[in-house]
């Protein structure tokens, strides 16, 4: 059966996903569901990491501070577009040590600065531990590094590591 369904939340997620952005119909389910399983079945060949949780009870906090970080850095980036040229605004670059070593982890912190309007996750370098970032709106480069090493870091490290 688990060769069946390798993942099954995934594939649960997968055909929400699909009637969300279709519509809600018998073919849709049905076409949904193959692509689903389809999906899985890519993802069992893969043969992922499994991910080792050490602190669950984290995660929904972790959820929250991400949530509003990126309802937050919604409101910003707005208020910096609506504005036009009034208020003067220097993008960047940064490059920003981390402790966290994880794949899972590393992964999981790319998808959440990724996903918060503003930055984007540009590279990391193995070898050194750094990542490197962009900013949109890059004022103070202490509080990109406090954001990033003792809001997300800090939580990742204390569930993965």
């Given amino acids: 059966m688990s060769q069946l369904f390798p993942y099954p939340l995934l594939i649960i997620f997968l055909i929400i ?8 119909s018998l073919g849709q389910i049905i076409v949904g569901t193959v692509i689903a399983l389809v999906a ?3 993802m069992a060949a893969l043969q992922p990491a499994r ?3 050490k602190r669950w009870d ?21 208020r910096i577009i609506l504005q036009g040229n009034k208020r003067k605004r220097k993008s960047g670059f940064m490059t ?23 930055t984007a996750w540009l590279g990391y370098n193995f070898a050194q531990g750094t990542l490197l970032l962009h900013v ?3 004022v103070d480069e202490a509080v ?18």
């Fill in 17 to 24: 996903m699909w009637l969300l952005l279709t519509s809600f």
């Fill in 40 to 42: 899985a079945q890519g």
């Fill in 51 to 53: 991910p080792r949780l």
């Fill in 58 to 78: 984290l995660l929904l906090k972790l959820i929250g501070i991400v949530l509003y970080d990126i309802a937050r850095s919604n409101i910003a980036v707005t």
């Fill in 96 to 118: 920003i040590p981390l402790n966290l070593r994880d794949p899972i982890g590393l992964t999981i912190l790319a998808v959440i600065i990724t996903s918060t309007p503003g």
């Fill in 136 to 138: 949109f709106d890059l």
């Fill in 144 to 161: 990109w590094l406090d954001l990033i090493k003792n809001r997300y870091e800090y939580f990742l490290l204390e569930i993965f590591e």
